[in-house]
């Protein structure tokens, strides 16, 4: 009873043109709503405006602005959310029209990153996209204190306020930027530490069930929730094959349609885990209608994050929820390699873990270097490249057995040339491709 008490009264603003067809509004305009969901607002009306372009001073236009100013007023709302990210100057044209607060995408979702970061380092990249997202918009925070002349000597104290404020911003900004240089570095060093296990990265958009898979193959106790961005951190778990080797499962978090830019900068540490992983596990919630063009997104995040040179096996979820089970048999003809699962239920993971072993058993690559007694000294950096499997001296030589995955190759070659071929006399590699 008290959360729908503070629930604030919204109302969701959509716009069509040419770059935005009329059919996908509505489902844009429903993904807001489980946004505003999410962040705490109830959604009480929708406003849809169809231009050629964008207007540059109102988004919709002034008189689509005066008729929503309007409909502020007659139902009492406490804040607007447009779809489209927003101009200072086109945010601050509607909020002093309506006289209510103004929310664009970017900030909506910056609003539910703030409420669910739980880590240090959730906390820090939220600060640091909050901020980025604030800079630009400072203009005109501290008008009610300028002077109305202008010239030399009579600069107003809210233009020496609006100074302040940003290089206070950008100081603050610089500091964030090094904690997460620094969180980067510990996570490396955490990464060299699982160098040797295969990483399988659990991505896709947002709240399709990535955590509830997570779950259900590791008991992870992941949390999970029936909203958006559920969880911001990337989480990392054991699993035991059957085989009785053992991967490593990587949550991350959940991608999104129009996610700014910024966003993705800010979580770079986050997504590193994603980028180290052998195996990205696509999930995809193949009840929602929209389901393609979401696949199409994160496909999108992925080749931003140069993510796409990785293999992906598509798992198509929630397939115990699905109204047309025909459907299931197109995606098996039209989406290989793909796996069908219902996490929740556990239907169909022993598949999924029989595809990822196999997965596992592909990218294992064996090599034998060949030492002269005189490189001894080089096997501790070897073992900084590559897992030693086991080390063999014989009368002038040394033979040291290494194995490395398949997306560590072109890395884990060029550091052993690197290292080894200055002083390459009686070294040797030779070459055993076959997995275990």
Request: net charge neutral; charged share 30%; hydrophobic share 40%.
């Amino acid at each position: 009873m008290l959360e729908a008490e503070i629930k604030e009264r919204a109302i969701l603003v959509g716009l069509i043109t040419r770059k935005t067809p009329s059919w996908r509004i509505a489902d844009y305009l429903d993904e807001l709503e489980l946004l505003a969901d999410t962040a705490g607002a109830e959604v009480l009306e929708r406003v849809v405006q169809e231009r050629e372009r964008k207007d540059p001073a109102f988004m919709i236009g002034r008189g689509k602005a005066e008729e929503l100013a309007r409909m502020t007023k007659y139902l009492d709302i406490d804040l607007v959310i447009f779809d489209d990210d927003l101009t200072p100057a086109q945010a601050k044209n509607i909020e002093n029209l309506c006289g209510v607060k103004i929310v664009d995408r970017s900030g909506l979702i910056l609003d539910i990153f703030a409420k669910h970061a739980r880590t240090r380092e959730a906390r820090t990249q939220v600060e640091l996209a909050q901020l980025k997202y604030l800079l630009p918009r400072l203009t005109g925070q501290w008008r009610h204190l300028e002077r109305q002349v202008g010239g030399i000597g009579v600069r107003g104290p809210g233009e020496t306020q609006l100074e302040v404020d940003r290089r206070l911003i950008r100081k603050r900004v610089g500091v964030l930027e090094k904690e997460l240089e620094k969180i980067s570095g510990q996570r490396e060093i955490r990464r060299k530490n699982r160098r040797s296990l295969f990483k399988v990265a659990l991505i896709g958009y947002t709240n399709v069930g990535k955590s509830t898979l997570l779950n259900a193959l590791t008991n992870a106790d992941v949390l999970v929730e029936d909203r958006l961005f559920a969880t911001l951190d990337a989480t990392v778990r054991s699993l035991e094959l059957p085989d009785r080797s053992q991967v490593l499962l990587i949550d991350t978090v959940g991608f999104i349609r129009k996610l700014p830019h910024h966003l993705i900068a800010s979580f770079k540490s986050t997504l590193e885990e994603a980028r180290d992983a052998d195996l990205l596990l696509h999930v995809i919630d193949v009840t929602q209608s929209c389901y393609l063009e979401q696949m199409a997104t994160v496909d999108t995040v992925v080749k931003e994050l140069h993510l796409d040179d990785r293999p992906v096996l598509k798992v198509f979820n929630k397939i115990d929820l699905l109204e047309e089970p025909v459907l299931l048999g197109r995606l098996r003809e039209t989406e290989q390699p793909c796996v069908m699962i219902s996490a929740a239920r556990g239907i169909q993971l022993s598949q999924l873990i029989m595809r990822i072993q196999e997965y596992a058993r592909a990218s294992l690559r064996f090599e034998s270097l060949e030492l002269a007694v005189a490189q001894a000294a080089l096997i501790g950096q070897i073992y900084e490249i590559a897992d030693v499997i086991q080390i063999h001296y014989e009368d002038a030589r040394i033979l040291v057995d290494i194995k490395f995955s398949a997306a560590q190759e072109k890395r884990v070659r060029a550091q052993l040339h690197k290292l080894l071929t200055p002083q390459s006399g009686g070294m040797d590699i030779q070459h055993d491709h076959s997995c275990c």
